[in-house]
């Protein structure tokens, strides 16, 4: 039974440059959550999908969207990058209609230039 | 807005110690309270949760957490601790209904535990 997945590993980018990062959930799990962990610090939640619209949002400006596809998967945009977007970013599934927990993947280091 | 208070940065004990992190949150309504533990290049996983009920949750590897409601306190707790138990320890509130899958972590306690 496959965890959730992330892809990139890691990747690095230029200021003003625009990146998409992607998440497989947690088979059996329909609902996605993004967050951002900055070093040193705790996850700060993004926002979270549900049935391929965005259910919940964070403190973050609208330069961070995503989606969710049909199959569950989800993307997270970031346009006009800023160095203080660089961070892990994580991808945590869960069940909508049974929420436990949420399970987290291994995330994306993103480092701007 | 809610929050999430881990008091302790960086703890370090010797084998065999007793360990207690604190963690406090600012809500007054109902919680959903996790422990996440994560190990040095691993990802984030779940040590235990709350959610209702008996107040005294035990989780996984020997870790124990006691919701204390008075004092908005969730700590975290190992009778004794092994070198393996060195990690990151996160405590994390899920606020309101069930389904809203928002947690709001506290800042993280790194553990180093010496052998």
């Known amino acids: 039974d496959a965890g959730v997945t992330q892809s990139p590993t890691h990747l690095i980018k230029t200021r003003g440059q625009q990146v998409t990062l992607r998440c497989s959930p947690k088979?059996?799990?329909?609902?996605v959550s993004w967050y951002q962990q900055a070093l040193g610090q705790g996850p700060q939640f993004i926002f979270q999908?549900?049935?391929?619209?965005?259910?919940q949002r964070g403190n973050f400006p609208d330069r961070f969207s995503g989606h969710q596809f049909p199959n569950y998967s989800s993307e997270l945009n970031v346009n006009a990058l800023l160095l203080g977007d660089s961070a892990l970013y994580l991808c945590?599934?869960?069940?909508?209609?049974?929420?436990?927990?949420?399970?987290f993947g291994p995330g994306t280091r993103l480092t701007v230039l | 807005a809610q929050s999430v208070s881990q008091h302790n940065h960086h703890v370090i004990l010797s084998e065999a110690a007793s360990l207690e992190l604190g963690c406090n949150y600012s809500?007054?309504?109902?919680?959903?309270l996790f422990w996440y533990v994560q190990y040095p290049g691993q990802h984030l996983q779940l040590l235990l949760k709350?959610?209702?009920?008996?107040?005294l949750v035990k989780g996984i590897k020997g870790f124990e957490a006691e919701f204390i409601k008075s004092k908005f306190s969730f700590n975290l707790r190992k009778p004794s601790v092994q070198w393996s138990d060195t990690a990151e320890y996160f405590c994390?509130?899920?606020?309101?209904?069930?389904?809203?899958?928002?947690?709001?972590f506290g800042q993280g306690t790194t553990l180093q535990v010496k052998p």
């Open positions: 088979s059996g799990h329909d609902t």
């Open positions: 809500y007054g309504g109902t919680v959903n």
């Open positions: 994390a509130v899920n606020v309101g209904s069930s389904n809203t899958g928002k947690l709001i």
């Open positions: 945590a599934s869960s069940s909508w209609s049974s929420y436990n927990e949420q399970f």
């Open positions: 999908y549900y049935e391929e619209e965005e259910r």
């Open positions: 709350y959610f209702s009920g008996d107040p």
